[in-house]
C-alpha cells in the first residue's frame, strides 16, 4: 500500500492513573490532548483506562480466567501509534503503567514469519503529569521498556507537566494548558506521526 503524508493512522492511548472512572485524572486529559492533536494529523483512535479493566499481573499475552489484557492488546496490534500516559508516583511511573510494560514482555516471542516482533513498524510516544520534577526520569524509564518490546520512538517522544515542588496543584486543576506543554504536545503529534508513516511505508528488515 502507498503511504501519503495524509494517510489515515490509528492510535490508542492507555492511560496508567491509578484512579477508575468516572474520577478525574491529570493522565486522562493530556492523553486526550494528545490525542486531540494527533487528530490534526489524520489519526482517529481511543482512549483505555487500564483500571477500569481487569489487567491480571503477568508476562503473557493472555492469563487466562477474565484477563481483560488480550481484548486491550488487539487494540494495540490495530493501532500504529501507543500512547502510555502515567502520573508520578514517588519518582517513578504508576504501578499499572510497570504493568502495561510487564505485559508487553510477551510481544518479544511473538514474531512473524520473518522474525519481527509484532510491534515492529509500530511507534510509541508518552505522557507524564507530576506534582514534583521527575518526568525525564519516568519518560526514561518507560522509552527504554517501549524500545525493548519493540516499539520505536520519534524525536520528542513526551509530553509532560510536573508542578512545583511540596505543593498540591494537578494539572487538571490549572486554569489553562501552559504555552510549553501545549508546544511539546504539538511536536509529539507531528514527529509521531512523521515517523509512524514512513515505518508504514519501509518496515523494518528481517531479522
Not at 483505555?48 to 503473557?60: C, N, Q, T, Y
Not at 511511573?93 to 519481527?116: F, H, M, Y
Not at 518526568?135 to 510536573?162: E, M
Not at 501545549?182 to 519501509?202: D, E, F, G, Q
Request: net charge negative; charged share 20%.
Amino acid at each position: 500500500m502507498t503511504t501519503t503524508a495524509s494517510s489515515p493512522l490509528r492510535a490508542v492511548a492507555l492511560v496508567c492513573t491509578l484512579s477508575p472512572s468516572p474520577a478525574s485524572s491529570s493522565s486522562q486529559m493530556l492523553a486526550e490532548q494528545t490525542m486531540a492533536a494527533f487528530a490534526e494529523h489524520g489519526v482517529t483512535g481511543s482512549t483505555i483506562r487500564i483500571a477500569d479493566h481487569d489487567v491480571k499481573p503477568g508476562v503473557e499475552t493472555d492469563m487466562g480466567d477474565g484477563d481483560a489484557w488480550p481484548q486491550i492488546r488487539a487494540e494495540i496490534l490495530a493501532a500504529d501509534v501507543l500512547v502510555l500516559s502515567t502520573p508520578i508516583w514517588l519518582g517513578h511511573p504508576s504501578s499499572l503503567a510497570q504493568r502495561v510494560l510487564e505485559r508487553l514482555d510477551a510481544e518479544i516471542s511473538q514474531t512473524d514469519d520473518e522474525g519481527r516482533m509484532l510491534t515492529y513498524g509500530k511507534v510509541a510516544a508518552v505522557c507524564v503529569v507530576g506534582n514534583e520534577d521527575g518526568a525525564h526520569k519516568v519518560s526514561a524509564d518507560l522509552f527504554q521498556g517501549l524500545n525493548d518490546v519493540g516499539f520505536s520512538l520519534a524525536p520528542g517522544a513526551v509530553t509532560y507537566w510536573v508542578g512545583e515542588a511540596m505543593q498540591g496543584t494537578d494539572y487538571q486543576d490549572l486554569d489553562q494548558t501552559p504555552e510549553k506543554t501545549a508546544s511539546t504536545t504539538k511536536t509529539l503529534a507531528a514527529n509521531t506521526v512523521h515517523l509512524a508513516r514512513r515505518l508504514k511505508t519501509s518496515p523494518y528488515p528481517p531479522s
